[in-house]
């Protein structure tokens, strides 16, 4: 299975460049949630981070990072979606 959305699809449903939601879900152990931002910010070769809002489980065992850069196309989706998955502690990806 594809651990990304197909290119085509993509660019069926989303409208480049413009804005995309990650959501990412990881432990919050050795700073997940920071380690996201950073890895979409590198991806994309930008200078700031994006805006992103986190979420921490009632047990603090877990923490989503929801991220939405500006993305110029669809392949750039893909790279992040890539980058992403490739974070220690990583459980989810959306």
């Known amino acids: 299975m594809n651990p990304h959305p197909p290119k085509e699809l993509l660019e069926e449903t ?3 460049p413009g804005r995309f939601t990650f959501k990412a879900i990881g432990h919050t152990e050795n700073d997940f ?5 950073a890895v979409v910010r590198t991806t994309l070769q930008q200078d700031f981070d994006a805006p992103y809002a986190l979420k921490e489980t009632a047990a603090g065992r877990h923490v989503s990072v929801t991220i939405e850069p500006w993305v110029e196309s669809a392949q750039q989706v893909i790279d992040v979606f890539n980058a992403i998955r490739h974070i220690e502690g990583l459980v989810m990806l959306m």
């Open 14 to 16: 989303h409208s480049f």
């Open 33 to 37: 949630a920071l380690r996201v931002i």
